[in-house]
T-cell receptor
Framework: DAMVIQNPRYQVTQFGKPVTLSCSQT?????MYWYQQKSSQAPKLLFHYYDKDFNNEADTPDNFQSRRPNTSFCFLDIRSPGLGDAAMYLC????????????????FGAGSRLTVL | AQKITQTQPGMFVQEKEAVTLDCTYDTSDPSYGLFWYKQPSSGEMIFLIY??????QNATEGRYSLNFQKARKSANLVISASQLGDSAMYFCAMSDNQAGTALIFGKGTTLSVSS
């Protein structure tokens, strides 16, 4: 089945120690997103790629970076995690950019839960 | 600015009963899409149903239906014949031409289904 896979599902890191989360997709979708979801809160968009074009949300801290080496893979790098970065990180994909269409529903991975000690 | 409001932090329902989860939205864009997602405790966001702003009829998908009242800017999710497996967090989300494909989520409603 076509899907979005996130690794690792659980990541524990120390304060300030860089961490990388990965996302792969077999849907051949053009757009890949990273959302941050803190406990009992709504997911918050960090950034997205449309093909190789990177789009950063205005309020995403510089501590968060992303790479998309090819269509299938996207990485989230947290350069110096703080306690406030503990969250679930959700990767999602969509076929195209236009969200005002039922044809461009976002497909999510199972998430990577980050704990910062 | 676009906004999604879910005023029910938690809802409780018994098996086989119907339940309505409330969602109101705000946008100045006449073209927008409304989505509902389910998030079980495992964390994955599962797409349930979509309603476009120009759709004339309310969307339905199996046991899920969307009660779309455009003038009131509400898009409530109705789950008929609740099952134990429906226990999860439910998010209402919106996208419009300004937001592009980025979904804006409400804070969610936790649904608990009991036997």
């Amino acid at each position: 089945d076509a899907m979005v896979i996130q690794n690792p599902r659980y990541q524990v890191t120390q304060f300030g120690k860089p961490v990388t989360l990965s996302c792969s997709q077999t849907l051949n979708h053009n757009v890949m997103y990273w959302y941050q979801q803190k406990s009992s809160q709504a997911p918050k968009l960090l950034f997205h790629y449309y093909d190789k074009d990177f789009n950063n949300e205005a309020d995403t801290p510089d501590n968060f970076q992303s790479r998309r080496p090819n269509t299938s893979f996207c990485f989230l790098d947290i350069r110096s995690p703080g306690l406030g970065d503990a969250a679930m990180y959700l990767c999602a994909t969509s076929r195209d950019l236009t969200g005002v269409s039922g044809a461009n529903v976002l497909t999510f991975g199972a998430g990577s839960r980050l704990t910062v000690l | 600015a676009q906004k999604i409001t879910q005023t029910q932090p938690g809802m409780f329902v018994q098996e086989k009963e119907a339940v309505t989860l409330d969602c109101t939205y705000d946008t100045s864009d006449p073209s927008y899409g409304l989505f509902w997602y389910k998030q079980p405790s495992s964390g994955e966001m599962i797409f349930l149903i979509y309603q476009g702003s120009y759709d004339q009829q309310n969307a339905t998908e199996g046991r899920y239906s969307l009660n779309f009242q455009k003038a009131r800017k509400s898009a409530n999710l109705v789950i008929s014949a609740s099952q134990l497996g429906d226990s999860a967090m439910y998010f209402c989300a919106m996208s419009d031409n300004q937001a592009g494909t980025a979904l804006i989520f409400g804070k969610g409603t936790t649904l608990s289904v009991s036997s």
